[in-house]
């Protein structure tokens, strides 16, 4: 067990909705990453966030956002659904000591999304 | 741009077999090395990490060395198990905005 929480497990939805995922990050860790892993483009960065403010964007589409509340959980907003979306959507969580230090990343269980 | 390449998979192997997975990277800078291993069903667990040059990352009986000269990071294990079979990555972390950039994934699969 990682320590990293994510809710739902899975979550089957239709083409054009809006679906929310959450992330808990292990206590302590600041920093909360978005990861999108599908069997076209494998496993794909999409976001970062340190104590609650943006810190660097990857491949995440204009449909997709993503904030960091003040006790640190992170929530995933996907927008206008469409069937390519669905995907194993992964947070991870790191300590981020502000250093410059690369630090380990820790990854939650995943949440399965299909979209039907 | 950063990138991570494997061996294709998948690879299947015989228990007790010998077993390395290749990875190579390209990167600027000196990334950070990691192998995280993906169990049927569930999330990613990191296996191990190597943070500079000669550095060699262990764990539960893996191993892989951090080798610049050949921008390498290969995994071995001496005698894999059935309780092995997993899709084993190969990931870099650069520090541009910590993210980590993961290779395809192999699929190792031990038969008994």
Request: proline share 4%; aromatic share 12%.
């Amino acid at each position: 067990d990682s320590g990293v929480t994510q809710t739902p497990k899975h979550l089957i939805t239709a083409t054009g909705q809006r679906v929310t995922l959450r992330c808990s990050p292990r206590s302590g860790d600041l920093s909360v990453y978005w990861y999108q892993q599908s069997l076209d483009q494998g496993l794909q960065f999409l976001i970062q966030y340190y104590n609650g403010e943006e810190r660097a964007k990857g491949n995440i589409l204009e449909r997709f956002s993503a904030q960091q509340f003040p006790d640190l959980h992170s929530e995933l907003n996907l927008s206008s659904l469409e069937l390519g979306d669905s995907a194993l959507y992964f947070c991870a969580s790191s300590v981020d000591t502000g250093t410059g230090a690369l630090e380990t990343q820790y990854f939650g269980p995943g949440t399965r999304l299909l979209v039907l | 741009g950063d990138s991570v390449t494997q061996m294709e998979g998948p690879v299947t192997l015989s228990e007790e077999a010998f077993l390395t997975i290749n990875c190579t990277y390209t990167a600027t800078g000196y990334p950070s090395l990691f192998w995280y291993v993906q169990y049927p069903g569930e999330g990613l667990q990191l296996l191990l990490k190597a943070t500079k040059a000669d550095d060699k990352g262990s764990n539960k009986g893996f191993e892989a060395t951090y080798r610049k000269e050949t921008t390498s990071f290969h995994l071995e294990k001496g005698s894999v198990q059935v309780s092995d079979s997993a899709v084993y990555f190969c990931a870099l972390l650069y520090n541009q905005g910590g993210k980590l950039i993961f290779g395809q994934g192999t699929e190792l699969s031990v038969k008994p």
